[in-house]
């Protein structure tokens, strides 16, 4: 690892890209690795690419593209040219996307060409192809005389506060959230990584979450770049069929992944696996039947791996239980997008149990207005990777941050004696995904308020889905009368009818599994908001 001369985007690309020269940098798996000097190269040139269409610093670009080498390519071209990033999720329907550009102003729009067949037609600004990134440069090549030379031309110096993201975590009308990260925070948030695990130059990543997400584009991209590391991108899904092949060819040394992964694999496979085995009955032989499960597991990925990071929502006790057993090198964080995005976390081999472990080597946790019984209470951070804000909304800024300047994660936790930090959940509504996504159930009761049906509405997580809780107009339960009780086709068509309707207009990941039948009004405060503490406890009659 070099030294940075400034926690830029730009340091970190021009110095990688001199300093790791030849070594691959990205790749498809199994296509020929761009190298570093190419990357670099791919970068300025597209920064130059923007300037000549007018794009200024400052302007904001979107980049809506699945994995890739040029997605790379795009990121450091805008962000180390000195225009703002803004990643946005593939998932995101079209009406998200539009809104998402749309609040944000942008200049230009980075897409890959699936993106291009899903957002035909829609109304945005200048389309780039992702796919031209690496036009004209090969992507083997090693730095010229004047390699530097044209880095520093092409990519002029930046302040470390300056904006260089903008990631928007949801993108219904009324309830966007744009938030600000400057180059210090990413790049600060990535070089802290290291107090957790230094990579190396033989390092291989496997890359199988959503660059868009700040948790594999710090984490997955920043944070290996930085330090020589190779990134490996999946042409397909990560599907049990695509990935396994993938694991035991490339034998990556180094994952970070959502809770999901391994809960997949232990629950589809392990489990019924060590179930089968009779001398499992007895406890006092698990953990050895876990420790002899946990050396065929590394043998699946590939037998090389030394740091499996999982972040991104909490890890199921069970699961982790065995990964302690088995001796498996598993990593766990805690972060939040606005802390760009890791506050907390531990190295293999140093986890307890259901804790995220001690808080990252220059950040400083709190806990506020803990309970005296529990110790629990709300976690709040402060550090040089803490948001800048949101963006055009001054008042939801001010609303997450303490009037001593310490941001509120919305979380509730606490400390043990030995600092490290256990989460309880979460204070406010928010609803984290089965893969890390935040899900506003505001922004699903808004779409489904809008149904010409509906009154009013309440999501929230029902087992590993999401369900809605809907009390329909008047007319509509006098229309279907005492029938309802007997869960009659016409309430099924109506309450099925209202769940297509708003699933049409949501990311995947937000939407709903199921709809049911609030027949009463629900409780409400002084001001008229639901009380959400009350349900789905009082639900009453329930279909589809």
């Given amino acids: 690892m070099y030294q940075l001369r400034s926690f830029t985007l730009r340091d970190v690309l021009i110095q990688s890209s001199l300093r790791y020269n030849k070594l691959p940098a990205v790749a498809f798996f199994e296509k020929q690795p761009v190298t570093y000097a190419a990357l670099g190269r791919a970068a300025a040139a597209f920064a130059a690419v923007l300037r000549a269409r007018g794009i200024r610093p400052g302007d904001r670009v979107a980049i809506i593209s699945e994995n890739r080498p040029e997605w790379a390519a795009a990121y450091f071209g805008i962000t180390a040219g000195g225009f703002v990033g803004m990643p946005i999720l593939t998932d995101f329907s079209r009406d998200q996307i539009v809104n998402i550009v749309a609040h944000a102003g942008c200049k230009a729009v980075v897409l890959s060409e699936k993106m291009r067949t899903k957002l035909e037609h ?125 694991l035991a060819t490339l034998k990556p040394s180094v994952m970070v992944t959502v809770p999901l992964i391994m809960e997949k694999i232990y629950r589809g496979s392990i489990k019924p696996a060590l179930e089968a085995i009779k001398l499992y009955k007895h406890v006092w032989l698990r953990p050895l039947l876990h420790r002899l499960a946990g050396m065929k597991l590394k043998k699946t990925f590939g037998g090389r791996i030394r740091f499996f990071g999982i972040g991104g929502a909490g890890l199921d006790p069970e699961v982790e239980q065995f990964l302690i057993d088995a001796r498996f090198p598993y990593a766990i964080g805690y972060g939040l997008t606005e802390t760009a995005p890791l506050i907390a976390g531990c190295a293999p081999f140093h986890t307890t149990l259901s804790s995220t472990g001690p808080a990252l080597h220059g950040v400083s946790l709190r806990i506020a207005d803990p309970d005296p019984v529990t110790g629990d209470g709300e976690i709040q951070a402060r550090g040089e990777n803490v948001m800048l804000g949101y963006y055009r ?62 009154v009013e509405s309440l999501v929230y997580k029902d087992g590993g889905g999401l369900t809605a809780l809907v009390h329909l107009k008047s007319e509509i339960i006098e229309r279907l009368g005492a029938a309802v009780q007997d869960r009659i086709e016409d309430a099924e068509d ?42 789905p406890v009082k639900r009453t009659v329930k279909t589809h």
């Fill in 122 to 246: 829609a109304a945005l600004p200048e389309i780039i192809p992702i796919e031209t990134l690496f036009f004209n440069i090969n992507p083997q090549s090693s730095c010229a005389d004047d390699h530097e030379k044209r880095l520093m031309k092409e990519l002029p110096p930046l302040k470390e506060d300056s904006l260089a993201v903008i990631l928007y975590t949801s993108g219904t009308t009324g309830h966007s959230k744009g938030v600000m990260l400057t180059h210090r925070n990413l790049v600060w948030d990535a070089w802290a990584t290291r107090s957790i695990i230094h990579l190396r130059r033989n390092d291989y990543f496997l890359s199988v979450l959503p660059l868009a997400h700040t948790y594999e584009c710090t984490i997955g991209m920043l944070a290996p770049i930085m330090q020589g590391s190779f990134i490996s991108y999946m042409e397909k899904p990560p599907s049990a069929s695509v990935l396994l092949p993938a």
């Fill in 393 to 454: 909304e001054p008042e939801k800024t001010k609303e997450v941050f303490t009037t001593d300047g310490w941001f509120r994660t919305g979380d509730l936790g606490h400390f043990d004696s030995r600092k490290r930090l256990f989460i309880r959940g979460r204070l406010k509504a928010m609803i984290v995904g089965s893969s890390g996504e935040n899900i506003y159930p505001e922004e699903i009761e808004s779409l489904l308020n809008a149904h010409e049906h509906v």
């Fill in 494 to 535: 109506i309450l099925d009818a209202i769940r297509h309707a708003a699933n049409a207009r949501l990311a995947g990941f937000s939407r709903l599994v199921k709809v049911k039948l609030q027949h009463e009004p629900f409780e409400k405060t002084p001001s008229q908001k639901i009380k959400r503490f009350l349900y």
